[in-house]
């Protein structure tokens, strides 16, 4: 079955704790991309990665890491999480960028910081 | 101003009801407009895609986009309670850049038997 598989679904921690939020897709994407949902907000991309190694700045980066080493997998990193990095995040795959195609959607990270 | 307006609800409707969900944008090089569709406690999935002005239908939905408005719009004939979730409208330059899709804050519906 294609999807897209985020890990893990809850997590609450610390302000200031390192965490690390895996994706992974199966459908050999090339493309792939953070977002976090915030009530009113809707979703924003935190950062995205056209191919293996390739990793750029959506519109909200500031505090987040990401890494590409395999095409499969896209973690999102917290290096110092704080309060207002609580939120609803998901990850997406795609293609291609080509807006032709579809982004797949995982189904959800909830991350509260304390 | 949001580059997508979107209402964010509630939107209570009676089952079998014809409901009308829109979104109001202010990029006008914005060329592909997607509406998904997305249940409590999951992710967002791609209900309907159309590129540039016109209408589109898929079975109950239909999806219409007025470019010369810079609106959209997302209509559901005889809406189920099946179809209670949060819609998001999204679009998306035509620039295989990689921040590839602009979304609305999304409109929840309900759906009452």
């Known amino acids: 079955e294609a999807q897209v598989t985020q890990n893990p679904r809850y997590l609450i921690t610390v302000t200031g704790k390192k965490l690390t939020v895996t994706c992974s897709q199966n459908?050999?994407?090339?493309?792939m991309s953070w977002y976090r949902q915030d009530p009113g907000l809707g979703l924003r991309q935190i950062y995205y990665?056209?191919?293996?190694?390739?990793?750029d700045k959506g519109d909200v980066p500031e505090g987040y890491k990401v890494s590409r080493k395999e095409k499969r997998n896209f973690p999102l990193i917290l290096e110092s999480p704080s309060p207002n990095q609580t939120s609803l995040y998901f990850c997406?795959?795609?293609?291609?960028?080509?807006?032709?195609?579809?982004?797949?959607f995982g189904a959800g990270t909830r991350l509260s910081v304390l | 101003q949001k580059e997508v307006e979107q209402d964010p609800g509630p939107l209570s409707v009676p089952e079998g009801a014809i409901v009308s969900l829109n979104c109001t944008y202010s990029?006008?090089?914005?060329?592909?407009f997607m509406w998904y569709r997305q249940y409590s406690r999951k992710g967002p999935e791609l209900l309907m895609y159309?590129?540039?002005?016109g209408n589109k239908e898929d079975g109950r939905f239909t999806a219409q986009v007025d470019k010369s408005s810079k609106y959209i719009s997302l209509f559901i004939r005889d809406s189920q309670p099946s179809d209670s979730a949060t819609y998001l409208c999204a679009m998306s330059l035509n620039n295989n850049a990689g921040n590839m899709l602009t979304f609305g804050g999304g409109t929840r519906l309900m759906v009452k038997p």
């Open positions: 990665s056209m191919n293996v190694e390739v990793t």
């Open positions: 459908m050999n994407h090339e493309y």
């Open positions: 159309t590129y540039s002005s």
């Open positions: 990029n006008s090089a914005f060329q592909y």
């Open positions: 997406a795959s795609s293609l291609s960028t080509s807006a032709k195609n579809i982004q797949y």
